[in-house]
């Protein structure tokens, strides 16, 4: 039986004392508020690491995604019905392919036990892919959407862009290859510039790039000098 999701919760940004107020307002009406950006990451140490004990990459990998996004304020930042708010956490919503290749939606959970995480996306995306729904839950914003993208390599994608959703990032994986010796993929990453500047894409992958290069931090709790 799945467990039941712990739905984040929000509190609103005080645009008073907001640091980056003017970088907010100034994009805040743009046509396209939203930049991409892809970028080849390293792997072999993590495929190394998972390949002895039977994991699916694409979930140890989503764990990773979404635990970096929770160690950067910035990323746990929504605009919810033209509200500025923050999260208390974000959880990782997937994007599922059926056997007869129909794409079905869920919302996973994020604890920061990746093996209680691990367990319980793995079943939530085995059902949705049987076209159970899983994308039940209040309306929030507090999520990113993750799609595995396993056929083909990128150097860049840009998604749909909805006005309702545009300040939720999202993150797609591309499919894994060889370079020089090392195991690599892609990974497209999608956020409104409103919210979202590049010091604070760069923070996130100095936590990913770390857990990719020492992937036996996943089975402890993460503690980052962007924390309280």
Known sequence: MIDMIKWPSFTAINLETYPRRHTYEHFLDYEIPFTSRTTQLDITNLKNYIQNINLKFSLVFSFLLTRATNHV????????????????????????????????????????????????????????????????????????????????????????????????????????????????????IQSRHSIIDGYHISCFLDIL??????PELISSPYQHPLDD
């Open 73 to 188: 304020p910035e990323l746990r930042h929504r605009i919810q019905d033209d509200i500025l708010v923050e999260f208390d956490k974000i959880i990782p919503s997937f994007t599922v392919l059926s056997k007869e290749k129909v794409i079905y939606f869920s919302k996973g959970t994020y604890t920061d036990n990746f093996q209680h995480d691990y367990n319980h996306n793995h079943l939530v995306n085995e059902e949705a892919s049987k076209g159970f729904n899983h994308i039940h839950g209040p309306e929030s914003q507090g999520q990113i959407f993750i799609t595995n993208i396993p056929w083909y390599s990128f150097t860049s994608i840009q998604h749909p862009y909805s006005r309702k959703n545009a300040s939720i990032p999202i993150f797609s994986i591309g499919k894994i290859y060889e370079e020089n010796g090392r195991t690599k993929v892609p990974l497209g």
């Open 209 to 214: 790039i770390k857990h990719l290069d020492e």
